[in-house]
């Protein structure tokens, strides 16, 4: 089984610029999930997805961060413009629906896309 | 409000002796509950999970972890650390029937010492 797909790995922009990340998830999983990690502590969630429909975006600072994930499948998560303090790792992860197909819930993450904003 | 607590930020443990990270929760209902490890510049990787039944559940790499409805925790336990035992270790919890929201703890780094 393929695991969560992630790109790039690693992404350096000055302050002001755009950066897009992508992710491709594990086929047949109904949630997606971006969280936002800094350097040592625990993954932020920004966007839930559940098929092609936004669950939880509370913590997405809409003015300059949005995300969409098209037919249900790919996510691409999007930073414009950019600002230091989005210097950190954006983990996708998915889900197969806790009782859908016998689904217990664990998330599987993408190796993340390492984001340096100078 | 519902949360995940790990109250200690890093364990250090000499490599053979046994180990534990602590996780509590604070959630209505009754969630899913999951380690997970995160090794330098990796994603998660999940460890295992507590649903239903028995209360000590077996994960990989030889770790356990035993829920305590009581105490409403969910401690990571190993008999015998091993020094590639070195990372970050992080306890979440799933409400399942409320969007399937997902909650993490802050995250315990481990330290194992040769």
């Known amino acids: 089984e393929a695991g969560v797909a992630q790109s790039p790995r690693y992404k350096i922009i000055e302050k002001r610029q755009s950066v897009a990340f992508w992710c491709n998830p594990i086929?047949?999983?109904?949630?997606l999930y971006w969280y936002q990690q800094i350097l040592g502590q625990g993954p932020k969630l920004l966007i839930q997805f559940q098929n092609n429909g936004v669950v939880d975006d509370s913590q997405l600072p809409k003015d300059r961060f949005s995300a969409e994930r098209l037919k249900g499948v790919d996510s691409t998560l999007k930073i414009q413009p950019a600002k230091l303090e989005d210097s950190a790792v954006y983990l996708c992860a998915s889900s197969s629906m806790i009782g859908s197909g016998g689904g217990t819930g664990e998330l599987f993450f993408g190796e993340g896309s390492r984001l340096t904003v100078l | 409000a519902q949360s995940v607590a790990q109250p200690e930020d890093q364990v250090n443990v000499a490599e053979g002796n046994p180990l534990t990270v602590k996780c509590t929760y604070s959630?209505?209902?009754?969630?899913?509950l999951f380690w997970y490890v995160q090794y330098p510049n990796r994603g998660l990787q999940f460890l295992l999970k507590?649903?239903?039944?028995?209360?000590l559940v077996k994960g990989s790499y030889g770790f356990e972890a035993e829920f305590n409805k009581s105490q409403t925790s969910f401690h990571l336990k190993k008999p015998s650390a091993l020094v590639s035992d070195s990372a970050l270790y992080f306890c979440a919890v799933r409400l399942p029937n409320r969007d399937d929201k997902i909650i993490f703890g802050k995250g315990t780094r481990l330290h194992i010492l040769p």
């Open positions: 507590y649903i239903t039944g028995d209360n």
């Open positions: 959630v209505s209902g009754n969630p899913y």
């Open positions: 086929s047949g999983h109904a949630t």
